[in-house]
């Protein structure tokens, strides 16, 4: 579904991405994993085309560069960290949104499978009673969930998502975890996560990038990438005996 060839990300003579190459099938959904600094969100960026890069990222064959910004969206959806949201749209409106890229005229009435889109996008990230309050007003959490339904509304076959889970809290957390990979079951879909908890993505990951300093160090299947020796490799540390040692602090 994407094809990603030597991606290479430069600001000046620092290397943040070197050289990276995956792919992400039908079916799959693909963690990318590593320590702060290890290059995630860059590359999340640049399948977006939020940053200058070299090598290439093909879409189904074609390179995603030479789409429009329409067609692209008809293709994937690109959650980033950041919301930096200086207007007064209402949720219901930012979700809204999420349908443009299937309208065939600008301004066009809203038809039926768009109300529907929208409203299930609502009901899915528990926001229909938030659905007439600014964004101005809302959390983080609140925020982040807000424009997930935005791309559950989009509704493209492929979602790149960095840090979905981004200051959610528990509840939600699992809830929308569970909803991705329901997601996955139903069509020709993908997903590609950027993580930092090694646990979610050990749970949920079919696939996994293991980055260090821009590098891709491990890829594979998600039990055999995120390995104990792999992961003492990359964080310096037995990460597998720290998790064990933290579960037993909730042992009764």
Known sequence: MLEVRDLTVRYGDLTIVDRVSFQ?????????????????????????QGVRYGGSVRFRGRDVAKLKAVER???????????????????????????????????????????RMVEQALVLTGLTELRSHSL??????????????????????????????????????????????????????????VVHDLSLAKAYGSRALLLDKGRLIAAGPVQDTLSREQLRRVYGLDVYGWMRNMLEQWEE
């Not at 099938?25 to 640049?46: C, F, R």
């Not at 989009?154 to 200051?167: A, C, G, M, R, S």
């Open 24 to 48: 992400a099938e039908q079916g799959q959904w693909l963690m990318l994993a590593g320590p702060n600094g290890a290059g995630k969100s860059t590359i999340v960026n640049a399948i977006g």
């Open 73 to 115: 969206a008809r293709r994937y959806g690109v959650l980033s960290q950041a919301h930096p949201v200086g207007y007064a749209f209402t949720v219901e409106e930012l979700v809204r949104l999420g349908r443009y890229c299937h309208a065939p005229r600008l301004l066009q009435e809203r038809s039926r499978e768009d109300r």
């Open 136 to 193: 101005l007003t809302l959390s983080g959490g609140e925020l982040q969930r807000a424009f997930l339904a935005q791309l559950f509304a989009q509704d493209p076959p492929l979602l790149i998502l960095d840090e979905p889970t981004n200051h959610l809290d528990l509840m939600y957390q699992r809830q929308i975890f569970d909803l991705l990979r329901q997601w996955l079951l139903e069509g020709e879909r993908a997903v590609i996560s």
